[in-house]
């Protein structure tokens, strides 16, 4: 027969808030695996469609007044 344990905390400890982080990185991160999967056709399409712009001289040129 196989037992299950529950482990029982307050929340609000160090434990629990680490948990939900962790729980919440991997619910974002697999959504994101599964858009992506769902989409990768189109989101590749668009990211093809701006490469003439990403390697443009005004591309360049904004790049360095946002690092300013």
Same mark, same amino acid.
Do not use: H, K, P
């Given at each position: 027969? $196989? &037992?299950?344990?529950? +482990? %029982?905390? &307050?929340?609000?400890? #160090?434990?629990?808030? *680490?948990? !939900?982080?962790? +729980? /919440?990185? !991997?619910?974002?991160? !697999? +959504? /994101?695996? +599964?858009? @992506? %999967?769902? @989409?990768? #056709? %189109? /989101?590749? $399409?668009?990211? #093809? %469609?701006? &490469? #003439?712009?990403?390697?443009? *001289?005004? $591309? &360049?040129? $904004?790049? /360095?007044?946002?690092?300013?």
């Amino acid at each position: 027969m $196989a &037992r299950v344990y529950v +482990t %029982s905390a &307050r929340f609000g400890d #160090e434990g629990s808030w *680490r948990l !939900l982080g962790v +729980t /919440i990185l !991997l619910v974002v991160l !697999l +959504t /994101i695996n +599964t858009l @992506y %999967s769902a @989409y990768q #056709e %189109s /989101i590749d $399409a668009w990211w #093809e %469609s701006g &490469r #003439e712009f990403r390697e443009s *001289r005004s $591309a &360049r040129r $904004a790049g /360095i007044c946002v690092s300013w």
